[in-house]
């Protein structure tokens, strides 16, 4: 009897994995596969069917954007500049890969590329325009985008229309 009963509570145990939705600012994160599935209502087989149509958008309210661009100047030295701008929002798609072992487990957030609605943005995030025609192989230096908001929003779809926001798991 002591048996049957391990058993169950094992069973019972690998049936409820926890939830987990982790993301920052960037819509960089995780989101677990128990979290869409239950969304979405769908067993095991119909998670794994799905899982090729997901898809994910990050969001915000007010932000500010920071990051820097460098370059060589007409002297030939390599310069870097920080740029700044505030925006009303920004949103994009974000790119992802599903976590996979013999199935689809979860989903890797890999960031957005974003997407500005502004009227007092200047320049896009990581948009870098030399400030003199004659610099060269002026750019966004790689890893110095940085996004700061108070209320990010990270949502999911399968068919592009419904979107149903995801609650970061404590």
Request: net charge negative; charged share 15%; proline share 4%.
């Amino acid at each position: 009897m002591k048996f049957k009963l391990l058993a169950l509570a094992a069973v019972f145990a690998a049936t409820t994995a926890s939830a987990a939705v982790t993301y920052d600012e960037n819509g960089v994160g995780y989101v677990g596969k128990g979290d869409v599935q239950s969304l979405f209502d769908w067993n095991n087989s119909a998670f794994q069917n799905n899982a090729a149509l997901v898809q994910f958008r990050f969001s915000s309210g007010a932000q500010q954007a920071s990051w820097v661009c460098g370059g060589y100047n007409n002297g030939g030295n390599y310069v870097t500049h920080p740029k700044n701008e505030s925006y009303d929002s920004i949103s994009g798609s974000i790119n992802f890969h599903p976590k996979q072992k013999n199935q689809i487990t979860g989903f890797i957030l890999l960031g957005t590329e974003s997407n500005v609605s502004s009227s007092t943005a200047y320049l896009s995030p990581g948009e870098c325009v030399a400030p003199n025609k004659n610099w060269t192989d002026y750019a966004l230096v790689e890893g110095s985008l940085t996004f700061e908001s108070a209320d990010p929003l990270l949502e999911v779809s399968v068919d592009g229309e419904a979107w149903y926001p995801l609650a970061i798991t404590e």
